[in-house]
Every structure is written in structure tokens, then in C-alpha cells.
């Protein structure tokens, strides 16, 4: 049996992807695809990425992923790893030989960082299916590091931008690409880049199916997922922040949090701004990446002069 795993990158339409395949969980089963997610509630799978760190000898340590997981200890992580591993050999029990898993988590981008780690999931996956393949979407820079702000801001921080912008100025996708490229090798990784013109019909959903290889036609589409907040959006919760946890001590989202936002963005409701860079941030930016950026080129798309339209 094949598996086709959606690795990310984060901020990249992976929340739109999974919201797809849940929306399309009954039409895709009815064509033997099989998602089997371990825990319906998250569309990111994070049973993968945990399974994969644990296999490697290391573990979760991201405090909000712990909260959120339930982990309060190394062996909550092993316990909830070994349920999967259990979960996963009674479905694959169930599924024929023909049928396609398609899973999808960007945690395992983000969280996957050595070679080692990415080994130790393609060992978890061994044991399932002959053959697996990835798929990871890249987006552009500039819209990359808007768009995480905005994802920092809705966990709780209540730094600026340009504190944002410095701290992840120098990090780059191609120093972890390049982990799952050794790993894998190019022809089960196939990347692809999040803007119309590159995807399938301009369309996010077609293109994944096409690389998936799972037929569009009959599919539904669903709304955008988790778009970026606007400029008095982050501005709001930036304040809220500051006084108030997002999480619960549980590691769902806080009530009370939920609440004084509500209140908040009805008394000064506000048409959106978008966050931008300055030219002096963009053009910083691309000096940073171009390194980053030919050698992504140079490996998946060798033909094209130039990674993204605005390079």
C-alpha cells in the first residue's frame, strides 16, 4: 500500500489542505483513500512528528504543542505514540493493498530538524506501506514571514514585527530541505510553490490532488483557512496578550481569552490593513535568502530563472 504524507511547510495552505481532505473524508474513502486521522480535532496530524521524534530518541518540547498535546511528561509522549502505532496497524488491518494514505501534518517540516528524526519516520512508515512519497509547498518569502507573525501574534506573543523580522531573517527553507532531500531522495519529494500560476488550474486543491494523485473532479472545495490577521487585528491581540493566556492550564483555548476578543473586535470593528514589508525589509530579505533560494532552484527547478515571480 502507498502513503502520500503532506509534510508542510507551515503557513504554506497546509490548514487549507487538511480542512479539504476532512471536508472530503467520505468521497475519498468511497475512492479507497484513507486519512485515518488518530485525532479528528487537530487537522495537523501530530501523531506523525511525535512518533518520529520518540523513534529518533528525542521528543516534543515545544511548550504550546506539550499544552495542547496533553504532555506533561516524557512518558505521556510515549504512551500517546504507542495508542498510534496501534491505531494505525488496526486500520491499515482493515485497508487494501490498492488503496492510497494520505496524511498531512507542517509539524513534521517544523519539527523534523536533523536527518535522523526524518530517518526515523520513514522507518515508522516502512512498517505500514511500500511505498511513501512527500509533498511539501513553498511559499514567498516576504508572504512566509507576514504570515508567521501573524501565527506568533494568535499563540499569545506580544512582540513587534520588526522583532519578528530580525529574529527570522536568517533562517532559511532550503537548511531543512535539505535534510529531507538527503533522507528521501529527489524523486519522493516533490515540491511545489504556493502561487497560482505555479499550481494546477491556479488552484490549490487541484494541484495537491494532482501531485497526490487523487482525481479533483467530484471533490469539494472549502473556504480559506486561518488567513493572516490584519494590521488592527494584531494590534488588538498584541494588547490582549499581555494580560491574558490563549491556552488554558488544559491546553485548549482559553474561554475567557476567547471572550474579551469577541468584545474587543465588536467595540472597534475596523476595515483590515494588510501587513506589508518595508522595501528596505523586502530588499534586506532577498539578499539574505538568495543563497537559499538558487540552491532550492537549482534542485526542483533547474529550468526557471528565478524560485518565485517577484525574485
Known amino acids: ?13 497546509s490548514s487549507a489542505i487538511q480542512d479539504f481532505l476532512g471536508h472530503n473524508a467520505g468521497r475519498l474513502a468511497a475512492r479507497g483513500v484513507r486519512l485515518a486521522r488518530f485525532d479528528p480535532a487537530f487537522g495537523s496530524q501530530y501523531e506523525l512528528p ?3 521524534l520518540l523513534g529518533a530518541g528525542d521528543s516534543v518540547t515545544e511548550a504550546f504543542a506539550q499544552r495542547t498535546l496533553g504532555f506533561s511528561s516524557l512518558a505521556d509522549q510515549r504512551a500517546y505514540a504507542a495508542r498510534y502505532a496501534r491505531f494505525l ?25 536533523k536527518p535522523a528524526q526524518i530517518a526515523a519516520l520513514e522507518r515508522f512508515l516502512a512498517q505500514h506501506f511500500s511505498a511513501v512519497c512527500y509533498i511539501l509547498y513553498l511559499r514567498p518569502n516576504d508572504e512566509y514571514l507576514t504570515s508567521s507573525y501573524s501565527e506568533a501574534i494568535r499563540r499569545g506573543a506580544t512582540h513587534d514585527f520588526d522583532t519578528h523580522f530580525t529574529r527570522q531573517l536568517g533562517d532559511n527553507p532550503w537548511r531543512l530541505l535539505r535534510h529531507w532531500l538527503a533522507v528521501v531522495g529527489r524523486e519522493r519529494l516533490v515540491v511545489r510553490r504556493l502561487v497560482p500560476q505555479y499550481l494546477e488550474s491556479g488552484d ?22 486561518n488567513p493572516s490577521l490584519t494590521l488592527e487585528q494584531i ?13 488554558g492550564r488544559d491546553g485548549r483555548p482559553s474561554r475567557l481569552y476567547r471572550l474579551a476578543l469577541a468584545l ?14 518595508s522595501a528596505e525589509q523586502l530588499a534586506l530579505l532577498k539578499r539574505k535568502r538568495r543563497w537559499s533560494d538558487k540552491q532550492i532552484r537549482s534542485h526542483f527547478f533547474p529550468d526557471e530563472p528565478r524560485l518565485f515571480p517577484r525574485d
Not at 490549490?204 to 483557512?225: H, K, Y
Open 50 to 52: 511525535v512518533s518520529a
Open 235 to 247: 494590534a488588538r491581540r498584541r494588547w490582549l496578550n499581555r494580560f491574558l493566556p490563549v491556552q
Open 264 to 277: 474587543a473586535e465588536r467595540r472597534r470593528p475596523q476595515p483590515g490593513t494588510r501587513l506589508e514589508l
Open 204 to 225: 490549490l486543491f487541484s494541484d495537491f490532488c494532482a501531485q497526490a494523485g487523487i482525481e479533483r473532479e467530484g471533490l469539494e472545495p472549502v473556504p480559506r483557512a
Open 89 to 113: 496497524s488496526e486500520q491499515r488491518a482493515q485497508w487494501g493493498n490498492d488503496d492510497l494514505f494520505i496524511a498531512s501534518s507542517e509539524h513534521l517540516y517544523a519539527w523534523l530538524i
Open 1 to 13: 500500500m502507498k502513503a502520500v504524507i503532506h509534510i508542510g511547510m507551515p503557513k504554506a495552505g
